[in-house]
């Protein structure tokens, strides 16, 4: 097998595990019952909208994550073993993400929060070591330190997210909304700029 088809097969996988999760998003949405779509009480609409939210934000946050994924791949020539690994782990991190989803549209609390930071979290950090090993595989691809500015970046938002949650829900909900501008720094600033 030749680099470009192991890093075509390693780009599959990725994009049928981004597939699975966007569509699991949706699983867990409560549809309006027949009496809450005839009712005038607005209130009975609310688990529907909360869940409907949760869904449209992890939508857009793993819209980000793809994006990030896909800078990668187009730049690098050649893949090994570690980064098989660690791409694995990056994947891993997130299909957890209609999990944490779930909890947030079912616990607008605290606790919900935090998991949802930390499951964005795991996933920013996962990013940052895989995009730090492709570095190492193919330099001359990434030049200098732009590469980790953008999961340097949601990795400590998503940190202070969870970090925040503890004490204010909707401040996590802040910042998270603020990483949706992750893709836009990456092709100002970071690797985005030269492709």
Known sequence: MTGETDLA?????????????????????????????????????????????????????????????????????????????????FLGALILLPISTSLVSSDFTRLGMMAYSINLFLAAAAGLFVRMHAQRLDPHAFGPGRLLLTPSLSMATFACAALVSAWSPLGAVVLWCGALVMPWIDGRWGIGRAA
């Open 9 to 89: 097969r390693i780009a599959r996988i990725g994009d049928s595990v981004f597939a699975v999760t966007i569509t699991l998003l949706a699983y867990r949405v409560r549809p309006p019952s027949h009496d809450t779509l005839v009712s005038a009480d607005v209130s009975l609409w609310a688990p529907f909208l909360t869940d409907l939210a949760a869904v449209v934000l992890s939508f857009f946050v793993a819209s980000v994550f793809w994006i990030s994924h896909w800078r990668i791949f187009r730049r690098m020539r050649q893949s090994d073993m570690r980064f098989v690994a660690l791409n694995l782990a």
